[in-house]
């Protein structure tokens, strides 16, 4: 049985940059490059032609960025997967491209065989961002976030749903959440997809921080099987 291809879009204002890694990912297996963006503008108005599985975008562009195209695209194009590339981490922009709805965030010298896992990884529900990156987010939300917000989400969430958000806070992946519970893949994914609907959060990262900002659930707390 074929692997599906995972269709992306590459956004950069850089010609050179984004020529190189088009030629890098296409000649990866189960990964195709449909199309190509030179600013924001022209990445919102190609996702809602191409409807594209993953958008590879450079946070930093002239005109429209990285931020603002992202904001556009979530709203037109829910079911795309957005992971940011920029050359230095900074953490304003980290914290607004997160909450614009990307769903990852990568330094531009990262490794080909780590851009791979990312692209896989975001198109299966995982959140494309290292620890310290996440570590990052998680002290921002805490500070920053839903401010004057009321605790009502929290209390329609299941024993099950708060089991899924704890370990979602260490930043295991489905699978692993799967593994230390004891339950199907497939089924951590619905959990996480209520979760989200739940607490009106754009994707697990935010999540994740929420539940530590809110304190819905602590880093010592036990997780039953």
Same mark, same amino acid.
């Given at each position: 049985?074929?692997?599906?291809?995972?269709?992306?879009?590459?956004?950069?204002?850089?010609?050179?940059?984004?020529?190189?890694?088009?030629?890098? +990912?296409?000649?990866?297996?189960?990964?195709? %490059?449909? #199309? =190509? /963006?030179?600013?924001?503008?022209?990445?919102? &108005?190609?996702? !809602?032609?191409?409807?594209?599985?993953?958008?590879?975008?450079?946070?930093?562009?002239?005109?429209?960025?990285?931020?603002?195209?992202?904001?556009?695209?979530?709203?037109?194009?829910?079911?795309?997967?957005?992971?940011?590339?920029?050359?230095?981490?900074?953490?304003?922009?980290?914290?607004?491209?997160?909450?614009?709805?990307?769903?990852?965030?990568?330094?531009?010298?990262?490794?080909?065989?780590? +851009?791979?896992?990312?692209?896989?990884?975001? %198109?299966? #529900? =995982? /959140?494309?961002?290292?620890?310290?990156?996440? &570590?990052?987010? !998680?002290?921002?939300?805490?500070?920053?976030?839903?401010?004057?917000?009321?605790?009502?989400?929290?209390?329609?969430?299941?024993?099950?749903?708060?089991?899924?958000?704890?370990?979602?806070?260490?930043?295991?992946?489905?699978?692993?959440?799967?593994?230390?519970?004891?339950?199907?893949?497939?089924?951590?994914?619905?959990?996480?997809?209520?979760?989200?609907?739940?607490?009106?959060?754009?994707?697990?990262?935010?999540?994740?921080?929420?539940?530590?900002?809110?304190?819905?659930?602590?880093?010592?707390?036990?997780?039953? &099987?």
């Amino acid at each position: 049985m074929e692997t599906a291809l995972i269709r992306i879009l590459l956004v950069d204002d850089h010609t050179l940059f984004r020529k190189g890694l088009a030629g890098l +990912l296409n000649k990866e297996d189960s990964l195709e %490059v449909v #199309g =190509e /963006a030179q600013n924001g503008e022209e990445a919102v &108005a190609r996702a !809602l032609q191409l409807k594209p599985d993953v958008i590879l975008m450079d946070i930093s562009m002239p005109g429209m960025d990285g931020i603002a195209a992202a904001q556009k695209i979530r709203e037109a194009v829910p079911s795309t997967k957005i992971i940011m590339l920029t050359i230095l981490e900074e953490d304003k922009k980290l914290f607004e491209a997160i909450k614009a709805g990307a769903h990852g965030y990568l330094l531009k010298n990262v490794s080909p065989v780590n +851009l791979f896992q990312t692209i896989r990884g975001v %198109v299966h #529900g =995982e /959140a494309a961002i290292s620890g310290i990156t996440a &570590a990052k987010i !998680l002290r921002e939300f805490t500070r920053q976030a839903r401010e004057g917000s009321t605790n009502k989400h929290e209390e329609q969430l299941s024993t099950r749903e708060i089991e899924v958000l704890q370990l979602l806070t260490k930043g295991l992946t489905n699978k692993e959440i799967g593994n230390t519970l004891k339950i199907a893949e497939n089924t951590v994914k619905n959990h996480v997809r209520n979760i989200l609907e739940k607490l009106h959060l754009v994707n697990r990262v935010q999540a994740a921080a929420y539940a530590l900002e809110k304190r819905v659930v602590s880093d010592d707390k036990p997780v039953k &099987a």
